[in-house]
């Protein structure tokens, strides 16, 4: 082969390969996940085990755009138009029950798979749970309907009369509805209540010398994934002003945090990337049961409670279903 004739196939080849690239690129199904949480949600990383344990690796079978909304949840109208209109084969929303309704609302046909912690059918995402309608399904974690237990453990811990505060994100369609589930189980306990809302940082800060002026004696912190996503934070502050505190993932206890009563937020995370990895395949919505949670877990911090001076009960080490020495 004459050196010409060469250089010129050598020519040809390279220029093919970012067209082969490209096309393999665009053969990956591209999905959008849309959370009214932050990039650093260690939950997200469950979501991408259920799409691998789906047969989709991200980068490599799928291709993912993120809109993280940062507790900003007025934004995820905007980030949920923006996904819908880039071609998405679905959407997983999660970060509070706002990120399922902005996608519901930004898109008909777009599979949807949400993942929060609200009633789904009182937030209106779907209308049944077991053959949900449309094109929205996904896993609740019901936490905002276990704000009534969480304060009753709250007050077993505490044993002594006085103000709880409840701390919550008022932009959080989740936690308004554990905000008001607490209200009115503390009317039946006659247990007074101060609620107190915080979505940015600073809110947190000035929310705990609120509490602390109030002299609150013990806090209940609401769902969201604001909150979650600043867990060393709020965990941190509350052993500043030494105030008992019960939370609603174990990633709190984890980091010092007293107590926490809820489901495994990674297992339900899970569900919903296997859910969408099932759709991918051509599953449809109507035909994916929404799931629910099976078990709810009561951690307990013991070091936390000794720092606090609290005298944890037998009975109470007994129901825990995990105790942190």
Same mark, same amino acid.
């Given at each position: 082969?004459?050196?010409?004739?060469?250089?010129?196939?050598?020519?040809?080849?390279?220029?093919?390969?970012?067209?082969?690239?490209?096309?393999?690129?665009?053969?990956?199904?591209?999905?959008?996940?849309?959370?009214?949480?932050?990039?650093?949600?260690?939950?997200?990383?469950?979501?991408?085990?259920?799409?691998?344990? !789906?047969?989709?690796?991200?980068?490599?079978?799928?291709?993912?755009?993120?809109?993280?909304?940062?507790?900003?949840?007025?934004?995820?109208?905007?980030?949920?138009?923006?996904?819908?209109?880039?071609?998405?084969?679905?959407?997983?929303?999660?970060?509070?029950?706002?990120?399922?309704?902005?996608?519901?609302?930004?898109?008909?046909?777009?599979?949807?798979?949400?993942?929060?912690?609200?009633?789904?059918?009182?937030?209106?995402?779907?209308?049944?749970?077991?053959?949900?309608?449309?094109?929205?399904?996904?896993?609740?974690?019901?936490?905002?309907?276990?704000?009534?237990?969480?304060?009753?453990?709250?007050?077993?811990?505490?044993?002594?009369?006085?103000?709880? !505060?409840?701390?919550?994100?008022?932009?959080?369609?989740?936690?308004?509805?554990?905000?008001?589930?607490?209200?009115?189980?503390?009317?039946?306990?006659?247990?007074?209540?101060?609620?107190?809302?915080?979505?940015?940082?600073?809110?947190?800060?000035?929310?705990?010398?609120?509490?602390?002026?109030?002299?609150?004696?013990?806090?209940?912190?609401?769902?969201?994934?604001?909150?979650?996503?600043?867990?060393?934070?709020?965990?941190?502050?509350?052993?500043?002003?030494?105030?008992?505190?019960?939370?609603?993932?174990?990633?709190?206890?984890?980091?010092?945090?007293?107590?926490?009563?809820?489901?495994?937020?990674?297992?339900?995370?899970?569900?919903?990337?296997?859910?969408?990895?099932?759709?991918?395949?051509?599953?449809?919505?109507?035909?994916?049961?929404?799931?629910?949670?099976?078990?709810?877990?009561?951690?307990?911090?013991?070091?936390?409670?000794?720092?606090?001076?609290?005298?944890?009960?037998?009975?109470?080490?007994?129901?825990?279903?995990?105790?942190?020495?």
């Amino acid at each position: 082969m004459r050196r010409r004739d060469f250089i010129s196939l050598i020519g040809k080849a390279a220029a093919a390969w970012p067209l082969a690239a490209r096309a393999q690129e665009a053969a990956k199904p591209l999905i959008g996940v849309l959370s009214g949480g932050a990039p650093d949600d260690p939950n997200i990383s469950a979501f991408l085990q259920g799409l691998k344990e !789906g047969g989709y690796v991200e980068s490599q079978s799928v291709a993912i755009e993120y809109r993280f909304a940062n507790g900003q949840y007025d934004r995820l109208p905007a980030l949920a138009t923006d996904l819908a209109g880039r071609g998405v084969k679905a959407i997983f929303a999660t970060g509070g029950s706002g990120a399922g309704l902005a996608a519901k609302q930004a898109t008909a046909t777009i599979p949807i798979v949400f993942v929060n912690g609200d009633d789904p059918i009182r937030s209106g995402l779907v209308s049944r749970v077991s053959r949900p309608e449309g094109n929205v399904t996904g896993a609740s974690l019901y936490a905002t309907a276990l704000g009534p237990k969480k304060l009753e453990l709250l007050r077993e811990l505490v044993a002594q009369s006085g103000v709880f !505060g409840v701390l919550m994100n008022r932009g959080n369609p989740s936690a308004e509805a554990e905000a008001d589930n607490v209200s009115v189980a503390a009317k039946t306990l006659k247990q007074e209540v101060h609620i107190v809302g915080a979505s940015s940082v600073d809110d947190i800060e000035r929310a705990f010398e609120t509490f602390t002026n109030e002299k609150v004696a013990a806090l209940l912190v609401t769902t969201g994934a604001f909150f979650g996503a600043n867990t060393q934070r709020i965990v941190a502050l509350a052993a500043r002003y030494a105030l008992p505190a019960i939370y609603d993932r174990r990633e709190f206890t984890a980091v010092g945090g007293l107590v926490s009563y809820g489901t495994r937020f990674v297992d339900v995370f899970r569900q919903g990337g296997v859910y969408v990895a099932q759709i991918l395949k051509g599953a449809k919505p109507a035909d994916l049961p929404v799931r629910e949670p099976t078990k709810f877990e009561i951690l307990i911090s013991l070091k936390t409670a000794k720092a606090l001076g609290l005298t944890i009960s037998r009975d109470f080490l007994l129901v825990a279903d995990e105790v942190i020495e």
